[in-house]
């Protein structure tokens, strides 16, 4: 695994974004999980594993997450 580093997170932002703001909280959590990763995808950003689009059955083991809640939060 990459090193993690930082990036600048606008918390206002995340907060005043209402369709963030209209999921779960479950589902914000995952979302969250996710753009943590993201700084390590090819290209810089995207969710990706080794370059290439992380597959659905792929996603729950790369977030540490159960595979029926993470398609389920997905959805």
Same mark, same amino acid.
């Given at each position: 695994?990459?090193?993690?580093?930082?990036?600048?997170?606008?918390?206002?932002?995340?907060?005043?974004?209402?369709?963030?703001?209209?999921?779960?909280?479950?589902a914000q959590g995952l979302?969250?999980?996710?753009?943590?990763?993201? $700084?390590?995808?090819? $290209?810089?950003?995207?969710?990706?594993?080794?370059?290439?689009?992380?597959?659905?059955?792929?996603? $729950?083991?790369?977030?540490?997450?159960?595979?029926?809640?993470?398609?389920?939060?997905?959805?």
């Amino acid at each position: 695994m990459a090193k993690m580093g930082w990036a600048k997170f606008w918390f206002r932002d995340y907060e005043s974004d209402i369709d963030v703001r209209m999921c779960r909280f479950a589902a914000q959590g995952l979302w969250m999980r996710m753009l943590c990763r993201m $700084p390590e995808g090819k $290209p810089y950003g995207y969710l990706t594993l080794h370059g290439k689009s992380v597959a659905d059955d792929e996603l $729950p083991r790369l977030l540490c997450g159960g595979a029926e809640e993470v398609r389920r939060l997905v959805q």
